[in-house]
């Protein structure tokens, strides 16, 4: 598979699950993408953490995403580490785990990579690609690139290029795992070790991000831990604190911290009005697909800002495209979590847009 | 000088700065307190960085806080690394450098410090005291602690209360410093060690919140560095990666990492209103202390309400009050530029008290 980087990879595996079933006509299948820290696990029990899938809130029998409807798809991307080809993965060419000779992969990568899987699986049309965050790149990447692949676009808090401020985050994460004298320039599995504590940095930072002021204020304001009393030290006193270090040290369990160099490099180099000579409406050029973009009022990581600029560019070119704020507290987060809100309008999208693409009620 | 830790540290050194002249009646003497990783050196070259005071674009002569009619005095806060008394101090009680052995110390114990210090210099009555960021912290410390102490308080770019948000934040750069296997559970000075990529990463996290969204992306946007083009590596490919690099690596020369753990957490523990049976309008009652409270439109570090928040509880037990907003996209950074309306505001306001003073034009 050829890079924007210009290197190839090959062969790849991409990991990935399916739910519901894919019917006769082969019409109902919906690719779900997940974010920077996401992987394929979407429902179920997740193998390592034990936890329930990360969008277990609208993805499954009923739900918003109703797997009684449509089939879906959600694979770990290229360069993730559950089971895709990526970083801690072995170089064929050396028979070494890659590494930071891994290639750097685009946005565009993991999409051609998408589109390989969705070859094998002999669809030739998705019904619709979801996702939220970096998985929102991911789906405008799509529409951009492979429009008479897809029915349906649901973009979700996420932007056609990553800002200033975004790149700054990720920079400071990668600047944190860097520093850790156990990352070894990225061959650390060679030094049978782990940079767990740069990485819980990086994630610890990355997790303020996540949450907006008000959601931080509500969850934990100034409180205190158990002891109720200061300790005068620098011991976790409250309980932002505590939450934060919980946040950081579960994550290493489960991610690999080279791989987290490469995605973030991944979401800071999407641009696609760049890709598209400075235009982003040029992205969205004579594509019949019908988008339905959603962004939440207190994202500060992908404020609302970034995704009306998605809409009116599509709308810019004639496009087919609807476009909602959803009004809460709960900042970038606000994607996984129960918003009822959220949820009808993505029900209320996919099932009328299903009615137009011939899905039948099943 | 008891802490509110309990426990006690003498003797102590504080380093300052003074400028101007003070007047017969000793009636003009502003105290102006620096900010996290500020020092005393609010005008003239810096003598490690060689650059100018912090302060500049405010403070001088026939500026907005102007050395001809005033006489400034700038001290190193308490657990600063600028020549007052702090953990890169030597303990006397042991020969050793203080190291986390330093007691925490809180905005108040800074106050303690500085009122000792006018003692000394044998001003009765300062006629102000201006800060920003946590220089404003400590003004409205003076204001509540020592009332009588003080004409004009000119808290700017703060709050009463470190929000979960700023705590969050704060978190992950003493994480990051600790985390550096340099820091030696801060016993780096007797390891012939320093944590300065811990520091570095601690510094560029905070500088990211100093700026506002906006402002970063007018300084750098997407721009690539010089080579214009993507390295498809994990150099600094945009400018505001290599801007940040820049003033972690810089931070380091200056600044004890250990100090910066103190601090941080001097100022996650200020909260005026718990100090004040949970109503901090109690913080200022009976006070004669006349207020210009500022805030800056773009901070989302220190918000416009946490201003408001101060502004309203100091007129609700019916105190002398202004509150002004500045309009900018700078952010919380504003407080320390150029910005005209904030320095036609506060020479107003210093001017027109000084005549209620007393205090004669020179």
């Not at 891994?102 to 049309?125: S, Y």
Request: overall charge neutral; some cysteine; aromatic content about 10%.
């Amino acid at each position: 598979m050829p890079l924007d980087c210009g290197r190839s990879l090959g062969p790849i595996e991409i990991a990935y699950t399916t739910f519901g079933r894919l019917n006769a006509a082969r019409s109902n299948a919906i690719l779900i993408c997940h974010a920077l820290t996401g992987d394929q696990h979407v429902l179920g029990t997740h193998p390592v953490t034990g936890k329930p899938g990360w969008w277990e809130n609208l993805v499954g029998p009923g739900r918003a995403i109703d797997t009684n409807r449509y089939f879906l798809i959600c694979s770990n991307i290229l360069g993730g580490c559950m089971g895709s080809t990526g970083p801690a993965g072995i170089d064929p060419a050396t028979g070494r785990i890659w590494g930071t000779g891994f290639p750097v992969v685009t946005i565009a990568d993991m999409v051609r990579a998408q589109a390989l899987l969705i070859d094998h699986l002999g669809i030739e049309r998705l019904f619709a690609v979801v996702g939220g965050s970096m998985g929102g790149m991911q789906v405008l990447q799509w529409a951009a690139s492979l429009p008479d692949r897809l029915f349906a676009a649901v973009p979700i808090a996420t932007a056609a290029r990553h800002s200033a401020q975004n790149i700054a985050f990720h920079e400071v994460g990668r600047q944190a795992i860097m520093a850790d004298p156990d990352w070894h320039h990225g061959r650390y599995a060679e030094h049978g070790s782990r940079p767990v504590k740069g990485l819980a940095v990086a994630r610890m930072t990355a997790h303020i991000t996540y949450l907006s002021e008000m959601a931080l204020h509500n969850k934990f304001g100034r409180r205190l831990q158990d002891r109720g009393a200061r300790s005068y030290g620098f011991d976790a006193d409250f309980q932002v604190e505590s939450y934060l270090r919980h946040q950081g040290s579960t994550f290493v369990d489960r991610f690999d911290a080279n791989s987290y160099l490469y995605i973030t490099r991944a979401m800071d180099y999407f641009d696609l009005a760049a890709d598209h000579g400075g235009v982003l409406a040029h992205a969205f050029r004579g594509s019949r697909v019908r988008f339905c973009v959603i962004s939440f009022s207190s994202d500060w990581l992908f404020p609302t800002a970034e995704s009306r600029a998605v809409a009116r560019a599509i709308a810019a070119v004639a496009g087919n495209v609807s476009f909602t704020e959803i009004e809460t507290d709960r900042g970038h987060d606000a994607f996984l979590l129960d918003e009822p809100v959220f949820a009808r309008i993505v029900k209320g999208f996919l099932d009328g847009v299903a009615g137009h693409a011939g899905i039948d009620r099943t």
